[in-house]
């Protein structure tokens, strides 16, 4: 008689597991850290910087502006965090806080040392000769720069999270129906800016002129 072997977990099965195991863990570690427990806030900290501070450069494009609303959302969490009740909405609440302030870092006086931004996220790398992909990310972070804030943010979270409007319109703290004419509007002058800078002479010509 056969002997039945279970069968090995599938990749995604193993991957279902440790992205439930990690959700427990942010589970418990924002009701320790909603108790005071500061130690666990700051790992909460640590596991939603790098996504936290990607999010921020992209919407402000200025390095010292987008650390410093990373700072401003982490300390207004841990001055709010008691009152969030629903633990899971831990990520969807902080990047909520982040965008707000964001759009009030926007207000201030730009610093005099600004600098661009890459659009790419720094764990993705270039592949080398891909001079196309690289031509139209770059007129791509120049589209963008044409943006207001407001609308960055929107097509950031749309378009680059993923997020889906209602999400959107959560993290914008704004009405759905305003997030997608927002988005509409973005995306417009997205394309404007698009569209502009094809008409512009090619800096590779102008270099060689």
Known sequence: MERFRAAPPTLLATRQVAAATQVMAVH??????????????????????????????????????????VQDACIEAWRSLPGLRDPDRF??????LLVRACFKGSRRTKRVDAVEIRLTPDHEQDIAGAECDLDLRDQLDRALARLTSE??????????????????????????????????????????AIEADDREPSRLGERFA
Do not use: C
Request: glycine content about 4%.
């Open 28 to 69: 418990d570690l924002v009701i320790r850290a909603r108790a005071g427990d500061r130690d666990a806030f700051s790992q909460l900290a640590a596991r939603s910087i790098g996504r936290l501070t990607a999010l921020a450069r992209m919407i402000l494009r200025d390095e010292y502006a987008a650390q410093d609303a």
């Open 91 to 96: 990520e969807a609440w902080i990047r909520r």
């Open 151 to 192: 609308q960055r943010a929107v097509v950031v979270l749309v378009h680059y999270l993923d997020l889906p409007l209602a999400d959107a319109a959560q993290a914008l703290s704004i009405p759905l129906g305003t997030t997608k004419s927002r988005l509409n509007r973005a995306t417009n002058a997205l394309r404007a």
